[in-house]
């Protein structure tokens, strides 16, 4: 027999078939002993691709010091001190992926120290309800299955902070999904979800969104409160608009909506850190003027396959734009202006009719176009420059200017008092933003009681302020509330009246305490109270701790003498700033180290 021919067929010999399915004594051969070891010795265990049908009976038993392989603890007593059983560890990462298992038994309750547990590219149509017990999961893949609907217990993963649920047959989520408040990475992409449900908004730490692939027709209006969101996919989907009000996502950087129904743009105003957004094949027509000038850091706009016809001159004011894709659409020329863009590397626009550009110069490529806009505007002229010289006419706004931002910005003019006419003008614009920072203000504007029932934010900072006045009780929509760098003592009671606010910054006022009227924000997430002379932190139901959702906290540069170990227990938060304190512990080596490491430390601190 030629050589060649033997280590074919032996080749052959060694290969499973490609459709065999294992049977229980061949799954339960795969967790080897070698296997049970390397896993008591690391915490981790990886049965990855194993063609198992079922899980190994042994696995559910690991953690347990009697059950476990007697074989295995028995080399483990006899080894050296590295291997022995009192250096053995619990199993807390399992990795059964890309598999063909059709279900988990209930005895995954036995694996309660797992922070990692991957169940991808498997055929598992239900969870059983010991999933629930698995209550120190982080992160938990349960991609490419067939899940339909997760049970009950599932919402008991309260320190879940990565779930992957793409590539399923998910028709809806349960609202119970609001429970999940650590989760900061969500991934529902490639299902058949019809909707969003509405506490999706209570998941205030969440970074990324994903949801791509599914029947969405419209999201929840609560959907702008992940006011951490930086990431969000909706591309093919069914959306006719998005939320009229993007601008509550503050940190949202890079936005995906292709592929939609999408007729209009939305307003961005607030949405200061969006560098990409693709919305490329809908039916948007027109560019609004506010949609240039308020996105001042959006790096990558894609607009390709849409059906609009002309560029305003604005488009001029996206100063950090470097790629713009406006292939496909109806547009007939190209404003001069494009060529100011001093940082755009890629101009699309093939599939256009266009008439003022040769197309052989359009051939030619982004710059050759550029120049030719260039050439054809002559030197000294910017157009982006006439587009903003009415806002530097007069100190107040008009009525006009502030309908288009619904925005009031007075801000660093010196004033020391405004006038009534003006908050009258801002309540005909239906401005919910007011800016009047670094000014000269001793005493909050009356007039600003005018706008009682539309103001969602609200920023008082760098003045002269020392008192809070009564008609705030009447900010019933208020989420964003800075008052900062003033002269503040303390706060009244009606601050407390506030249940709207998410955000209040408080910071280089003369504060001693954190006042009482805080505690009662039971919506607050962010809160911001460094530079003042804060004394003591009241970590109890009384106080921080009261408040459910805070997630950030900034107390750094204050007089503080003792931090409460109890504040540790504060499981929502995940920005802590507390350096510049009088305090000997945490020392800074702690301190540097981050949140983690300091809600860890004062945890620790808490007597038994």
């Given at each position: 027999?030629?050589?060649?021919?033997?280590?074919?067929?032996?080749?052959?010999?060694?290969?499973?078939?490609?459709f065999h399915w294992q049977n229980k004594e061949e799954d339960d051969k795969v967790l080897s002993k070698v296997k049970i070891k390397q896993a008591l010795k690391t915490g981790t265990l990886n049965l990855s691709g194993q063609g198992l049908a079922t899980v190994p009976e042994k696995l559910w038993n690991l953690s347990d010091s009697d059950d476990c392989d007697k074989d295995v603890r028995y080399d483990l007593d006899?080894?050296?001190?590295?291997?022995?059983?009192?250096?053995?560890?619990?199993?807390?990462?399992?990795?059964?992926?890309?598999?063909?298992?059709?279900?988990?038994?209930?005895?995954?309750?036995?694996?309660?120290?797992?922070?990692?547990?991957?169940?991808?590219?498997?055929?598992?149509?239900?969870?059983?309800?010991?999933?629930?017990?698995?209550?120190?999961?982080?992160?938990?893949?349960?991609?490419?299955?067939?899940?339909?609907?997760?049970?009950?217990?599932?919402?008991?993963?309260?320190?879940?902070?990565?779930?992957?649920?793409?590539?399923?047959?998910?028709?809806?989520?349960?609202?119970?999904?609001?429970?999940?408040?650590?989760?900061?990475?969500?991934?529902?992409?490639?299902?058949?979800?019809?909707?969003?449900?509405?506490?999706?908004?209570?998941?205030?730490?969440?970074?990324?969104?994903?949801?791509?692939?599914?029947?969405?027709?419209?999201?929840?209006?609560?959907?702008?409160?992940?006011?951490?969101?930086?990431?969000?996919?909706?591309?093919?989907?069914?959306?006719?608009?998005?939320?009229?009000?993007?601008?509550?996502?503050?940190?949202?950087?890079?936005?995906?909506?292709?592929?939609?129904?999408?007729?209009?743009?939305?307003?961005?105003?607030?949405?200061?850190?969006?560098?990409?957004?693709?919305?490329?094949?809908?039916?948007?027509?027109?560019?609004?003027?506010?949609?240039?000038?308020?996105?001042?850091?959006?790096?990558?706009?894609?607009?390709?396959?849409?059906?609009?016809?002309?560029?305003?001159?604005?488009?001029?004011?996206?100063?950090?734009?470097?790629?713009?894709?406006?292939?496909?659409?109806?547009?007939?020329?190209?404003?001069?202006?494009?060529?100011?863009l001093a940082h755009l590397v890629s101009l699309q626009v093939d599939g256009n009719p266009i008439r003022s550009i040769r197309r052989d110069i359009i051939q030619c490529g982004t710059q050759r176009i550029l120049k030719t806009l260039r050439d054809r505007d002559g030197p000294g002229t910017l157009k982006h420059e006439q587009v903003k010289a009415p806002f530097e006419e007069s100190t107040f706004p008009d009525v006009?200017?502030?309908?288009?931002?619904?925005?009031?910005?007075?801000?660093?003019?010196?004033?020391?008092?405004?006038?009534?006419?003006?908050?009258?003008?801002?309540?005909?614009?239906?401005?919910?933003?007011?800016?009047?920072?670094?000014?000269?203000?001793?005493?909050?504007?009356?007039?600003?009681?005018?706008?009682?029932?539309?103001?969602?934010?609200?920023?008082?900072?760098?003045?002269?302020?020392?008192?809070?006045?009564?008609?705030?009780?009447?900010?019933?929509?208020?989420?964003?509330?800075?008052?900062?760098?003033?002269?503040?003592?303390?706060?009244?009671?009606?601050?407390?009246?506030?249940?709207?606010?998410?955000?209040?910054?408080?910071?280089?006022?003369?504060?001693?305490?954190?006042?009482?009227?805080?505690?009662?924000?039971?919506?607050?997430?962010?809160?911001?109270?460094?530079?003042?002379?804060?004394?003591?932190?009241?970590?109890?139901?009384?106080?921080?701790?009261?408040?459910?959702?805070?997630?950030?906290?900034?107390?750094?540069?204050?007089?503080?003498?003792?931090?409460?170990?109890?504040?540790?227990?504060?499981?929502?938060?995940?920005?802590?700033?507390?350096?510049?304190?009088?305090?000997?512990?945490?020392?800074?080596?702690?301190?540097?180290?981050?949140?983690?490491?300091?809600?860890?430390?004062?945890?620790?601190?808490?007597?038994?």
């Amino acid at each position: 027999m030629k050589p060649n021919v033997a280590r074919s067929r032996i080749r052959r010999e060694e290969l499973n078939p490609v459709f065999h399915w294992q049977n229980k004594e061949e799954d339960d051969k795969v967790l080897s002993k070698v296997k049970i070891k390397q896993a008591l010795k690391t915490g981790t265990l990886n049965l990855s691709g194993q063609g198992l049908a079922t899980v190994p009976e042994k696995l559910w038993n690991l953690s347990d010091s009697d059950d476990c392989d007697k074989d295995v603890r028995y080399d483990l007593d006899r080894s050296n001190d590295e291997d022995s059983w009192w250096n053995q560890k619990t199993l807390t990462n399992l990795d059964l992926s890309s598999n063909a298992l059709t279900s988990i038994s209930e005895n995954v309750r036995n694996l309660s120290d797992l922070t990692v547990l991957n169940l991808q590219d498997n055929a598992l149509t239900a969870l059983p309800e010991g999933i629930g017990c698995l209550t120190k999961l982080i992160k938990l893949t349960l991609s490419r299955n067939k899940l339909t609907d997760l049970p009950e217990s599932f919402f008991n993963l309260k320190e879940l902070k990565n779930l992957n649920l793409s590539h399923n047959d998910f028709a809806e989520i349960h609202s119970n999904v609001s429970d999940l408040i650590m989760l900061e990475v969500l991934d529902i992409s490639f299902n058949s979800l019809n909707s969003l449900p509405g506490g999706i908004g209570f998941l205030v730490r969440l970074q990324q969104l994903t949801l791509n692939n599914n029947r969405l027709v419209e999201l929840p209006n609560d959907i702008v409160n992940l006011r951490n969101l930086h990431k969000m996919e909706l591309s093919k989907n069914d959306l006719k608009l998005l939320p009229p009000v993007m601008g509550e996502l503050r940190k949202l950087e890079c936005l995906y909506v292709q592929h939609n129904d999408i007729g209009e743009l939305p307003d961005f105003t607030g949405c200061d850190a969006l560098k990409e957004l693709h919305i490329s094949n809908n039916f948007i027509k027109t560019i609004p003027a506010d949609f240039c000038e308020n996105l001042p850091q959006l790096k990558v706009l894609d607009l390709r396959d849409n059906k609009i016809e002309k560029l305003p001159d604005e488009i001029s004011m996206l100063a950090s734009l470097t790629r713009l894709d406006l292939s496909n659409n109806s547009i007939s020329s190209l404003p001069s202006c494009l060529s100011t863009l001093a940082h755009l590397v890629s101009l699309q626009v093939d599939g256009n009719p266009i008439r003022s550009i040769r197309r052989d110069i359009i051939q030619c490529g982004t710059q050759r176009i550029l120049k030719t806009l260039r050439d054809r505007d002559g030197p000294g002229t910017l157009k982006h420059e006439q587009v903003k010289a009415p806002f530097e006419e007069s100190t107040f706004p008009d009525v006009y200017q502030m309908k288009k931002g619904r925005s009031m910005i007075v801000s660093n003019k010196n004033l020391i008092d405004i006038p009534d006419q003006v908050f009258l003008d801002a309540m005909e614009a239906s401005v919910y933003n007011i800016d009047i920072s670094k000014n000269k203000l001793a005493d909050v504007p009356a007039g600003l009681a005018n706008l009682a029932n539309l103001l969602t934010e609200l920023n008082l900072s760098f003045n002269l302020l020392k008192t809070i006045p009564s008609f705030f009780s009447q900010f019933d929509r208020i989420s964003y509330l800075n008052i900062s760098n003033n002269l503040l003592t303390d706060l009244p009671e009606v601050v407390g009246l506030l249940v709207t606010l998410r955000e209040l910054n408080v910071a280089n006022n003369q504060l001693k305490l954190l006042p009482a009227c805080i505690f009662e924000l039971k919506g607050l997430e962010i809160l911001l109270a460094r530079d003042n002379k804060i004394e003591e932190i009241d970590a109890t139901e009384q106080g921080l701790g009261g408040l459910p959702r805070l997630s950030t906290l900034d107390l750094a540069n204050n007089n503080i003498k003792q931090v409460p170990p109890i504040l540790g227990l504060l499981k929502n938060i995940t920005t802590l700033d507390i350096i510049g304190n009088g305090f000997r512990q945490p020392r800074h080596q702690i301190l540097e180290k981050g949140t983690e490491s300091i809600m860890a430390y004062l945890r620790d601190r808490i007597p038994n």
